[in-house]
T-cell receptor, first 110, second 115 residues
């Protein structure tokens, strides 16, 4: 089957760097996306990796390794407002279905 | 800014009722999606549509149907509501294309309770 696994919760302090991992099992996909969701809010798009390697967008970076079936989201210079849930997602190239990971709740401490 | 609007933020219905959840987007997106979100399970795809009058089953379509009569509107229908359909329902839309960066834009969600 297809699945994307993430740690359920990560805690870090303001100003720190945190990495949220995403491991997946799927036969083929177009790329790996990351979304952020604050409590009570809608998921919002953060980043997309079509190819292996690192994509940087300000304080956020995302990485993909297809050979390792693995990706991660890296958040630098953590701020309190980064406290949210983060989801990885991919689109299966055979079925065109989008699959989301189980989500990681990030808590940023002062 | 892209706007995806879901008709209700909170909804309470009774078992056996037919329930309609409406979603409208204003960016001429071809793709529209319905997900449900439950704690610890992430977002699960119920149905999606890549064009008007077109629909495809997602991973959990049982007990649901959809309608896309106009490009901007995608409706989710619970044919006979049951308590296990109590959940947060999220609608999303995106431009066509899967091989390139095509973010999904989400509505604020409908928290549906079936009593």
């Amino acid at each position: 089957g297809q699945s994307l696994e993430q740690p359920s919760e990560v805690t870090a302090v303001e100003g720190a760097i945190v990495q949220i991992n995403c491991t997946y099992q799927t036969s083929g996909f177009y790329g790996l996306s990351w979304y952020q969701q604050h409590d009570g809010g809608a998921p919002t798009f953060l980043s997309y990796n079509a190819l292996d390697g690192l994509e940087e967008t300000g304080r956020f970076s995302s990485f993909l390794s297809r050979s390792d079936s693995y990706g991660y989201l890296l958040l630098q210079e953590l701020q309190m407002k980064d406290s949210a849930s983060y989801f990885c997602a991919l689109c299966n190239s055979g079925t065109y279905k989008y699959i989301f990971g189980t989500g990681t709740r990030l808590k940023v401490l002062a | 800014d892209v706007k995806v609007t879901q008709s209700s933020r909170y909804l309470v219905k009774r078992t056996g009722e037919k329930v309609f959840l409406e979603c409208v987007q204003d960016m001429d997106h071809e793709n529209m999606f319905w997900y449900r979100q439950d704690p610890g399970l992430g977002l699960r795809l119920i149905y999606f549509s890549y064009d008007v009058k077109m629909k495809e089953k997602g991973d959990i379509p049982e007990g649901y149907s959809v309608s896309r009569e106009k490009k901007e509107r995608f409706s989710l229908i619970l044919e006979s509501a049951s308590t296990n359909q109590t959940s947060m329902y999220l609608c999303a839309s995106s431009f066509r294309g899967t091989g390139i960066r095509q973010p999904q834009h989400f509505g604020d969600g409908t928290r549906l309770s079936i009593l």
